[in-house]
């Protein structure tokens, strides 16, 4: 049989990282409390102001040559973002009217994206934010799997899981959203259940599946036997069903699992931006002072004065081979092997964000060597 | 390797860099106790070691002096004090042309200069006061951090001005160098200061740390003692290999100031802006030199050529490599290269 490119490739992106990805952490609570978020200060106090997103669209759109790149993503997160739908959407206009005011390349090159976890994306205020954006707009709603799976993690305040609450949604925005994808994220419970959850969510017809394993110190021995376990039994369905065809899921690639062959970093921290209730900015969402247990925030910035181009310095330097412990950059199958930048700096011995964490080790080589299994057997039904 | 260890002899002693002492601004001088500063004399020369003595407005005690008198040292003085020291190497803080006047003509080696880079001074007269009577003259800009790119841009004229004197002394063959335009002409490789590698520094309260820098701007940022030992957390950061922006870059003369590197960008081994246009400037400046000079010197093998470059920041030589990796990577994966 043959493997045609389009099969099993993951979902399209959006000028391919050419934009500039803008956060704007709208609000610091959220309906759930999800136990492996590492966003760690949830409130309900910190909720930005339509004035503090002024400033920062104003001093976005009043520094082209800090911002040379020709489209950009207005990225909403939180919190929830969607318990903040009208002041996301006044900001949407906000940027629209002053784009076109300035004559900003900007202006028709926007994409607006949203991470929610979806509990309220029925409501009339979304639906109209929708029907008002469709064609610059995409929203990626979190469901993690089988009822068990994301019970496991996505909680209320209360223990109780949200995935009935959320499965409702997943058809209104598959119909809106046909080529959306969702993010699957793993910690140590939720292995066993990883195979059904893929599964799972490809027959509620999310097609594409990213999913990563969480980057923090929870992974134990006899973890990367599960994962590979796991990763097997779900090549043999996939391949026995043909489920190839129209589908992906990010744990398997042809990219991953070889000696690395670029410098390039691997975590885009620094050329984003996220900006918060204060108006700080920040390199990402994780230098945020909500996302980091052991050290202070990185701020790099503010809306009112702009960019300390200095502070951003380092993040733009950085490279695989200052990062990484000789064991890495001598590593034969280190290609596809993930860090977090914000999860490094937390863990790092001193304040540097050059010291790259390598607790997923293990788990990245179970990975590969599933990975190799499911290429081997599929090239051979070829 | 450890070569060498400076040692902050008085709390009021002498910036002879980038950092700053308010307790030498202030005239204060409390010395080191007798006790540490034999103790690490001691240490000093069971090492095989060098001490670079930083001393404040005043002398050190005769104990003192004589406890030093057994090992090999380099004295570094405020100027008022190179009288009393004529084999120190003077450090002196440049406030304004009025000066000149308060200046004795003396035979001076090796003069280290501290100065603003904004309002930029008259810096080729400076040199030409000095250059018949020093061999070496060390230019610091001790704003470095704060200076815009305009202040910058003055500097760089003020070393197109300094190039005819420096060029005249190489013709007439009189040993004299300027820091900023000499040291590239003869270098290929990097040779930058070295903190945390080279030398460590020894405080009056009885630690290390990786500079002077650190003792003054965050003494709880120590990096050991004489009876803990030595521990420099993420110590390679401090070599060139884990340092992106200067392993592409060939100022090979530029300090790579980790102390200005932590307070301007956060991170040891990122240089801001500011010191990476600063070292390009003179590196280009040296290039200019060089040029001059080649058609007239009698070994001009000696010389490595200075290459034209567009640029006066190597973290656009980095990005642009990235990109081009980026770039290969994504043909790589698209299987069309």
Known sequence: MVIEKKDFEAAPDWEAGRSKIITFILTEDCQLHCKYCYFVGKNSRNRMSIEIAKRTIDYLLSEPDLFPESSIVLDFIGGEPLLEIDLLDKICDYFKLQSYLKMHTWFGRYRISLSTNGLLYSNESVQRFIRKNKYHLGIGITIDGTRKKHDLQRVFPNGRGSYGQVVKQIPLWLMQFPNSSTKVTIAREDLPYIKESILHLWKLGIKYVNSNLIFENVWKDGDDDILEDQLIQLSDTIIENQYYIGHSCSFFSRLIGKPVISDVNWCGAGKMLAVDSTGSFYPCVRFTPFSLQKKEAIVVGNCYEGIDSNLLRPFLALNLQSQSQKECLECQVASGCAWCQGMNYDEATTDTIYQRSIYLCKMHKARVRANQYFWNKLDKEK | ?????????????????????????????????????????????????????????????????????????????????????????????????????????????????????????????????????????????????????????????????????????????????????????????????????RHITFAPNGKFYICPGFYYSAPQNDIGSLEEGLKIPNQELLQLDHAPICSVCDAFHCKRCIYLNKITTHELNTPSRQQCMLSHMERNASRRLLRRLKPAIQNPQEFTDIPEVDYLDPLEVLQEQKTFNKIKLYSICKGDV
């Open chain 2, 1 to 197: 390797m450890l070569e060498y260890i400076l040692l902050i002899a008085d709390e009021g002693a002498v910036s002879f860099c980038h950092y700053e002492n308010e307790d030498y601004d202030k005239g204060v001088s409390k010395l080191i106790p007798l006790d540490k500063f034999k103790r690490i004399v001691n240490y000093a020369s069971e090492h095989n070691l060098i001490l670079n003595v930083l001393l404040g407005h005043k002398n050190l005690t005769d104990e003192h002096l004589r406890i030093l008198s057994g090992v090999s040292h380099i004295k570094l003085v405020p100027y008022e004090l190179s009288n009393s020291f004529p084999d120190a190497v003077p450090v002196l803080d440049w406030e304004s042309s009025g000066q000149f006047s308060k200046i004795r003509e003396k035979q001076i080696d090796n003069l280290i200069i501290r100065l603003d880079g904004y309002p930029m001074v008259d810096l080729r007269a400076i040199i030409r006061h000095f250059i018949d009577f020093t061999k070496r003259i060390n230019i610091v800009l001790k704003d470095l951090k704060k200076l815009t790119e305009e202040n910058l841009i003055s500097y760089q004229y003020q070393l197109n001005r300094i190039i005819p004197l420096i060029e005249r002394c190489y013709l007439d063959g009189k040993a004299f160098e300027l820091n900023c335009l000499s040291d590239r002409l003869l270098l290929k490789g990097m040779n930058n200061c070295n903190a945390g590698i």
